[in-house]
């Protein structure tokens, strides 16, 4: 091992130090943000803790009520599961069909492309109240106009298992993120490459498999990434929804219990707030939380790992 | 800047994030309070009422109390949930509230154990209030958990039948049912169809339905919850399988699940003027006092009847009793003001003119003996029948428990399981759900 001069040793310690100083502000920022609550949080999994007095140790106790007892943890992954699978890919297919058709029209493009990207800016509680009204099997306008064309229309949120179709039609309604991100890399696609397989005698569905989808490739993977995160974190909508189309909307001391109808919109979000915010557990509200960070991260790892599958080659 | 004094910036630094990081507020068990209630002072006092005429006649009392003590002052916050009663109790910080009610009943079991509100007794002791005699009994039982007081009551709800009288007539009824059996017949007498379609229900026995939960029907029922050890006692109660036997017996023959459940979810909001009771959809409802006002100020084209909810035959004795629930007060355990605090929650609670004043505002049922006693109570008959259920020796509230209400969450649950016919066994249906109140409890305690 070769001795390092002190005047050398100096100069790199002060170098050190000027980087974590100028590093300072992020690291302070991961550390109170993310490190800090994350250590907390597993911490916190071990142990009895209402929030209000000290925490107890309780080991393995808490992880054992998750997985094996409490009745909400299995139904609102399974729910959350389904709507990461369904309502991510049908987004993904959507906002790039709409994307698709926006680019091809020649003329009225911009009118089209604000009724679309309009609705995303609604609130999303304001969306969900218009949509269960919209849908309400009674008095909504949706079934009044399916009963007068003879169908039999379903009972949509207040029916468990269509009130997960009844969100997903929601996410869809809301598709205008996806489908601008989704235009700006159509455009970018260049054009003499859909010219060259022109002349190479290439079909519309050859152009679109062979020179569209490798071009916005990473885009895909951005939109069905970012997706999979949102959907773990679901909680606005099927809360808002399950309160609207209960009924159960406050007054009288009733107590409301998520995932109307029968748990079908429960999802994993929900479960740590009412175990943790209304239960006063915040130890297996604790354990829910760090099984979907770990969710998170494997459906994202696997996503990323699967890149070179998406990827043309100069990605 | 020069290295030493970097070095003690970065040491400055380094110790600050390290006591940032390492410091969590937790609550602590009641120290008793301090402050000299005879001093200037500004208390925060967060209710969860949000209609107008309701939120100006608790500013009114409160007004009232500032009038009698000049040295505090009241901040009111209105239209509080649970939600965000929860989180202030666990925040505390200068924002946060001193004095808190809720409508959840059934979370005193929770406030009390995690010490998130107060305990009361050496207040009341030091007052000289005893809430067993100043209060009403069953409501000085629900506002306390496991012998430790940490919420008195403000006003209460009594639970009843509100009935269309003219439905009434035309179908030849005379008298309000007794008994649930003449119930039921009635109920069916009233409901119309036409086609596959329900045109007016009797009565909507649904649990899923507005207000008819388990818990509500309980009372008439007499269920015994929890046994004498805290455990879940479901299974071994006849008068839970005979409460869920009648009703999924009614439930089927007015039309069964699908028919009864696509009606329920057309109809009119609980809260709005088109609930189905106001509209006649439904011609009786089991409701909570305020009903009988909002009936009367939506202005009906027919004539509203109240009464007491229908017992079990075997139990006709009994008769006038009903579930009773109502607004729970108490001080959060944070707040450096408790002695200020405790003389707004004495004055809301027990005086009886504000007790009456307020009452008769917003249509509750007084909480103290004196004031249901009180000549100023309004004399409305429709309301009195709730101030006499009230008062029945055999009005009950569910037990408080430590997990809250969540016991009883869990049995509505199984409840729906069994009105929609999914689940047949109730012997096996009413087993599991101790198992998982018990569980839940296990976990809670």
Not at chain 2, 96 to 114: E, I, L, Q, W
Not at chain 2, 308 to 319: E, G, I, K, L, R
Not at chain 2, 417 to 433: M, P
């Amino acid at each position: 091992m070769s001795t390092v001069p002190p005047g050398l040793r100096a100069k790199r310690r002060r170098s050190a130090l000027r980087t974590l100083g100028f590093l300072s502000p992020w690291l302070i920022g991961l550390c109170v943000f993310f490190l800090y609550p994350l250590v907390s949080t597993v911490y916190f999994s071990f142990m009895k803790y209402d929030g209000f007095t000290a925490p107890t140790w309780v080991g393995l106790k808490n992880w054992a009520y998750v997985f094996q007892d409490n009745p909400f943890f299995w139904p609102a992954l399974r729910n959350t599961l389904w709507l990461v699978l369904v309502m991510v890919s049908l987004r993904v297919l959507f906002g790039l069909g709409i994307g698709l058709l926006i680019t091809k029209i020649k003329t009225g493009a911009g009118v089209f492309r604000t009724l679309f990207y309009l609705p995303y800016l609604a609130p999303p509680v304001a969306a969900t109240m218009a949509f269960v009204f919209l849908l309400n099997p009674g008095t909504g306008p949706t079934n009044t106009i399916l009963e007068k064309v003879g169908l039999d229309p379903p009972q949509w949120f207040n029916d468990a298992a269509w009130s997960k179709p009844s969100l997903t039609i929601l996410a869809l309604w809301g598709i205008g993120d996806l489908m601008v991100i989704f235009m700006a890399s159509l455009l970018d696609v260049p054009k003499e490459q859909y010219e060259a397989a022109e002349l190479d005698g290439a079909g519309a569905w050859q152009r679109f498999r062979f020179v569209t989808l490798p071009s916005i490739s990473p885009i895909v993977l951005f939109a069905v990434v970012t997706g999979v995160i949102a959907t773990m974190q679901y909680y606005t909508e099927p809360l808002v929804a399950a309160k609207v189309a209960s009924g159960v909307i406050g007054g009288s001391g009733q107590q409301f219990e998520p995932g109307y109808p029968e748990k079908s919109t429960l999802t994993v979000p929900q479960v740590v707030y009412n175990l943790g915010f209304q239960r006063f557990d915040t130890g297996a509200a604790c354990v829910v939380a760090l099984v979907l960070f770990a969710l998170a991260m494997v459906f994202t790892a696997f996503l990323m790992r699967r890149r070179s599958g998406f990827m043309s080659a100069e990605d | 800047m020069p290295r030493s004094r970097r070095t003690s910036a970065v040491a400055l630094a380094a110790t600050a994030s390290i006591a940032l990081l390492t410091s969590a507020c937790t609550g602590s068990a009641d120290a008793g309070a301090s402050d000299d209630p005879k001093a200037k002072t500004t208390l925060t006092f967060w209710h969860g009422w949000s209609a107008p005429s309701e939120v100006k006649a608790i500013e009114a009392n409160i007004r009232t109390f500032e009038n009698a003590h000049p040295n505090i002052k009241v901040k009111i916050v209105k239209g509080i949930t649970d939600d965000k009663i929860n989180q202030a109790l666990r925040g505390g910080g200068s924002q946060g509230p001193d004095v808190v009610s809720s409508f959840t009943t059934d979370n005193v079991g929770r406030f009390c154990t995690s010490n998130a509100l107060a305990d009361l007794k050496p207040f009341l002791d030091k007052a000289k209030i005893d809430p067993a005699t100043t209060f009403l009994p069953q409501m000085a039982k629900y506002t306390e958990h496991d012998g430790k007081r940490c919420t008195v009551p403000l006003l209460g709800d009594a639970y009843g039948l509100y009935y269309n009288k003219d439905a009434f007539k035309e179908a030849g009824i005379t008298a309000p049912p007794k008994t649930l059996s003449e119930f039921s017949e009635v109920a069916k007498k009233l409901t119309k169809t036409k086609g596959d379609t329900i045109e007016r229900l009797g009565f909507n026995p649904s649990y899923q339905a507005y207000e008819t939960t388990v818990e509500h029907y309980g009372s008439q029922f007499g269920i015994t919850y929890l046994d004498e050890n805290g455990k879940s006692n479901t299974a071994k109660d006849p008068a839970v399988k005979a409460m869920f036997t009648w009703q999924k017996k009614l439930l089927d023959d007015l039309g069964g699940y699908a028919k009864i459940n696509k009606f329920r979810t057309a109809v009119g909001d609980e809260w709005g003027p088109k609930h189905p009771f106001h509209t006649g959809q439904v011609a009786m409802q089991l409701d909570g006092e305020w009903r009988g006002k909002m009936a009367t100020d939506a202005e009906l084209g027919f004539e509203i009847g109240a009464a007491p909810f229908p017992v079990p035959d075997a139990q006709v004795a009994d008769y006038g009793k009903g579930y009773l629930s109502g607004t729970i007060l108490g001080i959060a355990n944070n707040s450096d003001k408790k002695n200020a605090a405790w003389e707004l929650v004495k004055y809301l609670s027990t005086d009886t003119d504000a007790v009456v004043s307020f009452a008769n505002a917003i249509h509750n049922v007084p909480s103290t003996v004196a004031a249901l006693k009180s000549p100023k109570l309004n004399n409305d008959p429709l309301y009195r029948t709730f101030v006499d259920i009230a008062q029945h020796p055999k009005s009950s509230h569910a037990p408080s428990s430590v997990n809250g209400g969540a016991f009883l969450l869990t049995l509505q649950d199984f409840g729906i399981s069994y009105e929609q016919g999914k689940q047949k066994d109730l012997d096996a249906l009413l087993k599991k759900n101790d198992a998982q109140v018990d569980k839940d409890n296990e976990q809670a305690g």
